[in-house]
């Protein structure tokens, strides 16, 4: 009951927007190996401001426009397009520490005192399509830009200027507890110098959402030279920042492009990986191959590495000796969930529903935010016999896609197949119930 009343103060919110379209299409970007590089990256700033790493995810969004933002105390979102920009891990540690001071200082608190809706499906969704809409990108600027429920929208998410200089305040005090450059700070800034004099139509999502003058430019300058330190260098944090960019780019940019960079790498195993996903792409299976497995040999037993293996495997159509590399990352990762919807996609794929919806629910129990996973997830149901549940899944994977016409179908489904007061049930009722508030505004 408590789920539904707060996903409705959040569709009050965004409903009149979510229900005008075209929306531009905001989703995540979920990877193992990418997320577990933010998150080493992360820890050392999380603790200095006094958050738990394991309660705070860093979470890509797969957007190539500049931005990083918050909607709750439980993630912060950084479009890819940022990740790809930014040159170094203090850079992006600053972001990160920015971002982490919004939640301290209690501006998504006192903003959104009764948001919790993020923690669903349906809140997810609904909370990346208002945040992209928000920043004015592609064709939610062109339709919805000069409307009151856009501007409302920008207004819900964009923080004050009293607002950023507390967060650089904040965020600085935080890098430098850490031991990080915080002249990193003042590289995000200059990606954005001059951006304040632009039409809004023209300017970053970044700039939208975290305003930016040249007075709040000159604080941060002096407060960053007023505390700077000689800071011992940090392999460790090059190896994963270089190690999240580099898969990162070889996904989304053309594999020649980073068949031609990957000796740039900071060291030969993520060379490896790299040219290994570029092969893929060129759906050349005997180098993808040769290369991941060069890397494995630098880095043995890497989980994160065996999962991309079992990735260019099962979509090289080897299914079984994909099951068989993901059921060894899976043991290696102590049963990492989207290592282990990825081990379900392989068994699925290799013929094996039950034991597919086995492992795929033990990975949705802990992660619920992968729409490939709730895919794959539905179709274990279908093939098992359990309709119920795959309209359910199904209801909450268009709902995490911000999609709440398609979410509420199935989620009618759902309530006609399963038992009245389920925890399945209930779930379906969520996603209907938001569904239906949003199509009433």
Known sequence: MRRVQVIGAMVMLCAALLAAAPLRAASLLRDADIEYALTELAKPVLHAAGLSPSQVKILVVHDGTLNAFVVDTQAIFIHSGLILKLDSAA????????????????????????????????????????????????????????????????????????????????????????????????????????????????????????????????????????????????????????????????????????????????????????????????????????????????????????????????????????????????????????????????LLAAGQPGQALKVLEAARARDFRDPRLLRDLAVAYAKTGNNGMASVVTAERYALQGDLKNAAIHAKRAEALLPRGSGPWNRAMDVLHAAQQAKRR
């Open 91 to 346: 850079a992006l540690q600053a972001v990160i520490a920015h971002e982490a001071a919004h939640i301290t200082n209690g501006h998504i608190s006192r903003r959104l005192s009764n948001f919790r809706s993020a923690r669903t499906a349906a809140g997810i969704g609904m909370a990346l399509a208002a945040a992209a809409a928000a920043s004015g990108g592609g064709k939610a600027a062109a339709g919805l830009a000069i409307g009151s429920q856009s501007s409302a929208m920008r207004l819900f998410f964009a923080h004050t200027r009293a607002e950023e200089s507390s967060a650089d305040i904040s965020s600085v005090r935080y890098l430098v507890r850490a031991g990080i450059d915080p002249q990193g700070a003042m590289d995000v800034q200059e990606l954005f110098r001059g951006q304040d004099v632009l039409s809004e139509a023209r300017q970053d999502p970044y700039m939208r959402t975290h305003p930016m003058n040249s007075d709040r430019r000159r604080a941060l300058a002096g407060l960053v030279a007023s505390v700077s330190k000689k800071t011992a260098p940090n392999p460790t944090a090059d190896y994963w920042f270089d190690r999240a960019k580099g898969k990162l780019s070889a996904f989304l940019r053309a594999p020649g492009w980073t068949l031609r960079r990957a000796d740039d790498s900071v060291s030969k195993d993520i060379a490896h990986m790299r040219r290994a996903v570029a092969y893929h792409r060129q759906s050349d299976l005997n180098r993808a191959t040769k290369e991941i497995d060069a890397a494995l040999a630098l880095r043995r037993n890497d989980a994160l590495y065996l999962d991309l293996k079992g990735q260019i495997l099962l979509e090289s159509r080897q299914y079984k000796s994909a099951t068989s590399v993901y059921a060894s990352a899976a043991k290696l990762a102590g049963n990492h969930p989207l290592i282990l919807s990825g081990y379900g996609r392989a």
